[in-house]
């Protein structure tokens, strides 16, 4: 190491190390917290990955779940839906995504998806629980 640059390094490690343990020991402001962990995928959810994504604006087979809590039924941008599921009127909510994973065509007579549901009512509970904390 040079003469030169350990007397410019001498004079600005004592604030950079200052300034360094001043940020690690303030005590976080609420709106910088950091967000709850994401709610743990479910084993029976893997059976909805065939063919959906949980990606915004990003469909597969099936429309994208990304956002699906409180969503118009039928309403993803750039996904063709059949017409019944454009007429039910349905939102997307607890109670409804219970009823649709019971048995999607029971529910929605003439719907394209091709899912039978899943009838272990914890199981379809764990998945209804993880599709609405998606975003």
């Known amino acids: 190491m040079s003469s030169s640059v350990t007397p410019a ?4 490690a004592p604030p950079l190390l200052a ?10 402001r609420a709106d910088t ?3 709850p962990p994401p ?3 479910p084993a029976a959810f893997t059976q909805c990955l065939a063919c959906h994504t949980i990606e915004t604006g990003r469909n597969g087979f099936g429309p994208s779940l990304a956002g ?12 063709a839906y059949s017409d019944a599921l454009k007429k039910s009127g349905l ?3 607890a109670a409804t995504l219970d009823r649709w994973l019971t048995s999607p065509q029971k529910l ?3 719907t394209r998806m091709p899912f039978m549901g899943i009838a272990d009512a914890a199981r379809r509970q764990e998945v209804v629980t993880y599709l609405l904390t998606l975003e």
Request: aromatic letters at 6%; zero cysteines; hydrophobic letters at 55%.
């Open 9 to 12: 390094l001498v004079r600005i």
């Open 19 to 28: 300034a360094a343990i001043a940020l690690t020991t303030m005590p976080a």
């Open 33 to 35: 917290a950091a967000a």
């Open 39 to 41: 709610a743990t995928r």
């Open 68 to 79: 699906v809590a409180g969503r118009k039924a039928a309403s993803v941008p750039g996904y």
């Open 91 to 93: 939102t997307w909510d």
């Open 108 to 110: 929605v007579p003439g």
